[in-house]
């Protein structure tokens, strides 16, 4: 494959799209399936991860961004209904890390998932899908409400369904992920605050908290972010605090 032929990679999205569409869109509880085997087969049709749901909406998003077919911008709209009116926690505000079918199955709410959803608002948005804009603002105020440490200018990382017991971890991954999320959201709406939010995350991570851990970014840390040398020490498979130093975290 020739990566530097725009016409080859775009060839290479929509071909990955193809392989999830139609197949992902529940048409029975709504959103996407998110359970793939690598041969295309079905192995989940309940499951909805917030993080799975964002990310579908990203990717179709792209897809309509780059000319492709009519029904990646569709598919775009068809996530962030789903987002807006099940994700979306209707009485305490905030989004749901996890749904079976239509019910909650995980109601934590985490700052990694809201990252990831506000990644997909500003993308679709950007794709201009109906609704994508009310989104970026709600999942601003809520991450601003309920998650921001200004004194550290860092996002804590969970909270219970309605915002009344906070959990003791600190965690670097989320807070990349957010500042991913701020730069979209600013590439989207043009609004600075954005911006500063984004370079004030890199700043703490990429200064502040390297400084404490020999130079380079740890994953783990105590609730006054100093870093947790122990915590899921041996648990290598940990998808969202993984244990040590991750390469691939080092160059995001």
Known sequence: MDFKDPHVLKQ???????????????????????????????????????????????????????????????????????????????????????????????????????????????????AGIRGAKELIEDLYHVTEQHFWDPDDGLYRDEWDASWSTLSSYRGQNANMHMCEAMLTAYEATGEKKYLNRAYKLAESVCRTLKERSGGMIWENYTPDWQPDWTYHLHQTKD???PYGFIPGHQLE
């Open 12 to 126: 290479q999205i929509i071909q990955i799209l193809e392989f999830y569409y139609p197949a992902c869109i529940d048409t029975e509880n709504g959103g996407y399936i998110n359970g793939f085997l690598d041969n295309g087969s079905i192995n989940d049709r309940e499951t909805k991860h917030l993080v799975g749901t964002s990310r579908f909406i990203y990717n179709f998003s792209i897809g309509s961004l780059i000319g492709g077919p009519e029904w990646c911008a569709q598919a775009a709209a068809h996530g962030i209904e789903f987002l807006k009116n099940r994700h979306r926690d209707k009485k305490y505000g905030g989004y749901f890390f996890e749904l079976k079918g239509q019910s909650v199955k995980d109601p934590a709410k985490m700052t990694y998932g809201h990252a990831f959803a506000l990644l997909a608002a500003a993308i679709a948005d950007q």
């Open 239 to 241: 998808e969202f605090r």
